[in-house]
């Protein structure tokens, strides 16, 4: 099993940057990570992931271009790098690790999840 610690989360206002860490402990074997999203009252939703090995990275249309995933190996972190902020990105975000080999947008396809941080855009 992995642990996996959010940090980053808090309040800015629409237009403003915000940048989340996520940073492993354990398992090492991890293919991929990946960050999703759950809004109030919606379901669990993708938002991007990156792989350890290459840094292969996949987004959802919804922040492609405002949105950066990246990783530093060394420390065992990934990162979502959040610019051009809405308030319809407020929201809890998850961090996942996935076992299995390649990207995925799937949610039921992660292993191991953190405990959330909470961004809050407002307007």
């Known amino acids: 099993q992995v642990q996996l610690v959010e940090s980053g989360g808090g309040l800015v206002q629409a237009g403003d940057s915000l940048r989340l860490s996520c940073t492993a402990s354990?398992?090492?074997?991890?293919?991929?990570m990946g960050w999703f999203r759950q809004a109030p009252g919606k379901q669990r939703e993708f938002v991007a992931a990156?792989?350890?090995?290459?840094?292969?990275?996949a987004y959802a249309d919804s922040v492609k271009g405002r949105f950066t995933i990246s990783r530093d190996n060394a420390k065992n972190t990934v990162y979502l790098q959040m610019n051009s902020l809405k308030p319809e990105d407020t929201a809890v975000y998850y961090c996942?690790?996935?076992?299995?080999?390649?990207?995925?947008?799937?949610?039921?396809?992660?292993?191991?999840w953190g405990q959330g941080t909470q961004v809050t855009v407002s307007s």
């Open positions: 996942a690790a996935r076992l299995s080999w390649g990207l995925s947008m799937v949610e039921s396809e992660y292993d191991d």
């Open positions: 354990g398992r090492t074997s991890d293919s991929a």
């Open positions: 990156i792989k350890w090995s290459g840094g292969s990275t």
